[in-house]
């Protein structure tokens, strides 16, 4: 049986000045009247993307075939398949940036460069791989844990003694430059 996909190029900025680009990026909908603003949502929810300021689609192309995820109906309150690997990519390390105080500041290295990258794969593929290093020891820095249950969380932070709930938001209040008015 035939369901209803879409190809479509995007563009998402994030608020922390990043960016990040797609083409021809296929999505399973639930039908062909979702409209862009439902595409955008969808991409951001799936790919868990933070921060994100503007999404925009374009050349966007309805396709109808084979799902290769399930039904393609949306997942309850937006939840993530547990199967779903995670990818935060609105968090760029730059080199010599502390990233946890306590821990040594990584350096980044190259691991693949984009000219390599060239020689290596297919025509018209280009990409670059950077790695962190560990300054004390010049070991490549991994991640070793990826924690998103929220009260696992607040057990980790709890046990480190660090604070587990996010602060209070502070009341609003008016604009500094009205009170140098008048």
Not at 10 to 36: H, K, S, Y
Not at 42 to 58: G, K, N, P, S, Y
Not at 73 to 101: F, K, N, Q
Not at 157 to 165: E, K, M, N, V
Request: include cysteine; hydrophobic fraction near 40%; glycine fraction near 8%.
């Amino acid at each position: 049986m035939l369901d209803q996909r879409v190809e479509f190029d995007f563009e998402i900025t994030f608020t922390n000045g990043g960016g990040l680009q797609g083409q021809a990026f296929r999505l399973d909908v639930p039908d062909a009247d979702v409209t862009d603003a439902w595409i955008a949502d969808a991409l951001v929810r799936d790919l868990r993307l933070l921060m994100v300021a503007d999404v925009r689609i374009t050349n966007r192309r309805d396709i109808q075939e084979t799902h290769k995820r399930g039904s393609g109906a949306a997942e309850p309150d937006g939840a993530a398949s547990a199967a779903r690997r995670l990818v935060d990519l609105s968090h760029p390390i730059e080199d010599g940036m502390t990233t946890y105080p306590g821990l040594p500041v990584p350096e980044i290295q190259p691991f693949l460069t984009r000219e390599t990258s060239v020689e290596r794969y297919a025509p018209g593929v280009t990409f670059a791989i950077d790695v962190l290093a560990c300054p004390r020891c010049d070991g490549r820095m991994r991640v070793l844990a990826y924690i998103s249950d929220p009260d696992v969380t607040a057990k980790v932070l709890d046990h480190l003694g660090l604070p587990s709930a996010p602060p209070r938001l502070a009341p609003p209040r008016d604009p500094p430059q009205l009170a140098f008015a008048g």
